[in-house]
């Protein structure tokens, strides 16, 4: 193996990923990695993350007491909080890179970034929003992300086609993601036109692995270059 593609796909939310992703990566030891996250996005987290943070605890309490439950059974509040903070695929691969002298590039575009940010978190964080939260009945995150990764292998073995495509339909049709992609493709390109030799990973949500025939993911816009894909849940891949 001169040089390697590894796309590794993950949940976002998973309480247990940066354990997962650390052992990972120190069996695949890749000479870069590539994240899906964007500058802007580390930005906005480093400076307003814990404000964020602060804003949400306080209005999920309030609202808890009110309602007479435990926040802490919701696992739709733990994915809010995740959401606020650094992401624990850049965290876990910064460290690794400081330790092994490995290449690290954050790939996302900000503008998508921005816009998701600008358009998604105030009702995110909205009393409204998690007031009806609370109203629901409460998930349990370890169970909810098993459950991700369970479709996410189903999807990526099924060669059903209609299966894949009727699933992704629900984004490929969104021009602002097609953009994304493409952007996303494009930059993993070019760094990975930077590697001489050993095994470049990319880091990202499982969503973007799917392919063939889901609508053109950064997957299916890199298949010329015979990437390998992984989900960080035990292993469960396909070439």
Not at 30 to 49: D, Q
Not at 98 to 121: E, F, P, Q, V, Y
Not at 154 to 160: A, T
Request: proline share 3%; charged share 30%; net charge positive.
């Amino acid at each position: 193996m001169d040089k390697e593609l590894l796309l590794i796909g993950t949940v976002h939310r998973d309480p247990d990923g940066a354990a997962k992703l650390r052992k990972q990566l120190a069996e695949k030891r890749p000479v870069a990695v590539a994240i899906e996250v964007s500058p802007y996005g580390l930005f906005y987290r480093r400076r307003n993350g814990r404000r964020l943070l602060r804003r949400l605890m306080k209005t999920v309490k309030r609202l808890a007491e009110d309602l007479q439950v435990s926040w802490r059974r919701w696992g739709q509040i733990h994915a809010i909080r995740t959401q606020m903070q650094l992401p624990f695929e850049y965290r876990t691969a910064l460290s690794y890179c400081r330790d092994t002298g490995a290449t690290l590039s954050c790939i996302d575009s900000s503008t998508w970034s921005k816009r998701w940010i600008d358009n998604h978190w105030c009702h995110l964080l909205s009393r409204e929003n998690l007031e009806i939260l609370l109203a629901e009945r409460p998930q349990d995150q370890k169970q909810e992300v098993s459950r991700d990764y369970k479709m996410a292998a189903l999807l990526l073995r099924s060669r059903e086609e209609a299966f894949v495509r009727a699933f992704a339909q629900t984004w490929s049709a969104d021009l602002h993601w097609q953009r994304r992609e493409n952007d996303l493709a494009r930059s993993l390109e070019g760094f990975y036109a930077t590697v001489e030799k050993g095994r470049l990973a990319y880091v990202g949500g499982w969503q973007h692995l799917l392919g063939p025939n889901a609508g053109g993911t950064l997957y299916e816009r890199l298949e010329h270059l015979q990437p390998r894909r992984v989900l960080l849940d035990n292993e469960v891949g396909r070439g």
